[in-house]
């Protein structure tokens, strides 16, 4: 049996949750409460966040193995780009700025006030650079790195409609209008809008 343990708005979850269902893998989910955490999920991991995967007593607690998980069991569009060896460097790349740096960018501009440091509009613009860049690597094209998604496109995204839904009318404002248009397309997505139901 292959269960996620997940919490609906949780960036790396969410992640985790489309890469599941690209790839057609059958599973359980457990919504968590991050105040109430099961049991069984800190059983598995005593790292107490989600997600994590539980699939033939085998425990991924990490959203991208759990995303490389699911595309190693099936990966129909091609998300890994197996033949184009420099644009899956390029992925690994833009995953890890993402995770290790703008990550902390969109953390202390959502939660500036735990920041005190400097106004909220100074971490806005420290973010506001990785967003220059993806806007720019959009010129020509629908997504990131190819004519299709690949697995940079949805590692990034829901950490790119976190920082645009901060404030809405500044990011809609902003020049990055094929960003813009990356986002919404993944926004009315059927594999975004299908793992958001309730």
Same mark, same amino acid.
């Given at each position: 049996?292959?269960? %996620? ?29 991050? +105040? ?11 790292? /107490? ?7 033939? /007593? ?44 703008? +990550? ?8 500036? =006030? ?6 909220? $509009? ?5 973010? $506001?650079?990785?967003?220059?860049? %993806?806007? =720019? ?50 926004? =009315?997505? =059927? ?8």
């Amino acid at each position: 049996m292959t269960t %996620l343990y997940s919490f609906r708005r949780c960036p790396y979850a969410m992640r985790a949750r489309m890469a599941l269902r690209y790839c057609g893998v059958a599973v359980d989910i457990v919504e968590v409460s991050l +105040k109430a955490k099961p049991a069984e999920m800190l059983a598995l991991s005593s790292k /107490g966040t989600v997600p994590v995967l539980s699939v033939d /007593g085998r425990v991924i607690d990490e959203s991208l193995d759990i995303m490389r998980w699911a595309l190693a069991q099936n990966d129909p569009q091609d998300w890994l780009l197996k033949d184009d060896s420099f644009g899956a460097l390029w992925m690994n790349k833009l995953i890890e700025a993402n995770d290790q740096t703008f +990550k902390v960018h969109l953390n202390r501009y959502k939660y500036a =006030e735990r920041y005190p440091e400097h106004p909220m $509009e100074f971490y806005r613009g420290e973010g $506001e650079a990785f967003l220059r860049k %993806l806007d =720019e690597m959009l010129e020509g094209r629908d997504y990131l790195l190819a004519d299709h998604p690949s697995l940079a496109d949805v590692a990034l995204m829901p950490f790119v409609r976190q920082f645009a839904h901060v404030d809405r009318e500044w990011f809609a404002q902003t020049p990055y209008v094929r960003l813009q248009a990356w986002l919404q397309r993944f926004l =009315e997505s =059927e594999l975004f809008t299908s793992i958001m139901k309730k």
